[in-house]
T-cell receptor, first 113, second 114 residues
Framework: DQQVKQNSPSLSVQEGRISILNCDYT??????FLWYKKYPAEGPTFLIS?????DKNEDGRFTVFLNKSAKHLSLHIVPSQPGDSAVYFCAAGFAGANSKLTFGKGITLSVRP | KAGVTQTPRYLIKTRGQQVTLSCSPI?????VSWYQQTPGQGLQFLFE???????NKGNFPGRFSGRQFSNSRSEMNVSTLELGDSALYLC?????????????FGPGTRLTVL
């Protein structure tokens, strides 16, 4: 049972435009959500997180939106840059100790120059 | 500060063999988690160790095991390898257990089972 779903395997956008990456989850008890970026031959790197008590968190060009009623979160990248081309993973879990991360399968973002 | 290191980076084994992968966390980090990444399943949590104790475990068979040493270095072992065990195995370290502590990933060990 895939508790965190990234239904679109890939996304292609023009440099300078907005990239919107979507993620859905099924476990309504999840209260902490994260996005990771992964380049080939490297491990994932943390991008941004959001707690369930918030509906938006912003860090530079990256903004994560959380819609708890829809069990949906999205990552917005504005403006998109060619260096943003990577695989993006959505992950969810519980903020307490001894919690494990449940990851989606990832979305491959390509930003065209 | 050195990042998370994993050895070896690449490994080829045959079915039925066993394998041991190693992870050295960032200095000062006491929590180490292991993940398996495959094209079909994405990243799946294997287990987490904190202060030499397994804190959490994912849904993997008992062939997958791990341990953590007093210096926080961790190893994972897979016995009786199967073709389906071919994957990228990622290790991540954090200061403490709990998701609010940022996890830093190593580059992974690419295991191929023939």
């Amino acid at each position: 049972d895939q508790q965190v779903k990234q239904n679109s395997p890939s996304l292609s956008v023009q440099e300078g435009r907005i990239s919107i990456l979507n993620c859905d989850y099924t476990n309504s008890m999840f209260d902490y959500f994260l996005w990771y970026k992964k380049y080939p031959a490297e491990g994932p790197t943390f991008l941004i997180s959001i707690s369930s008590i918030k509906d938006k968190n912003e860090d530079g060009r990256f903004t994560v939106f959380l819609n708890k009623s829809a069990k949906h979160l999205s990552l917005h990248i504005v403006p998109s840059q060619p260096g943003d081309s990577a695989v993006y993973f959505c992950a969810a879990g519980f903020a307490g100790a001894n919690s494990k991360l449940t990851f989606g399968k990832g979305i491959t973002l390509s930003v065209r120059p | 500060k050195a990042g998370v290191t994993q050895t070896p980076r690449y490994l080829i084994k045959t079915r039925g063999q066993q394998v041991t992968l190693s992870c050295s966390p960032i200095s000062g980090h006491r929590s180490v988690s292991w993940y398996q990444q495959t094209p079909g399943q994405g990243l799946q949590f294997l287990f987490e160790y904190f202060s030499e104790t397994q804190r959490n475990k994912g849904n993997f068979p008992g062939r997958f095991s791990g341990r953590q040493f007093s210096n926080s270095r961790s190893e994972m072992n897979v016995s009786t390898l199967e073709l389906g065990d071919s994957a990228l195995y990622l290790c991540a370290s954090s200061l403490a257990s709990g998701l609010i502590n940022e996890q830093f990933f190593g580059p992974g060990t690419r295991l191929t089972v023939l």
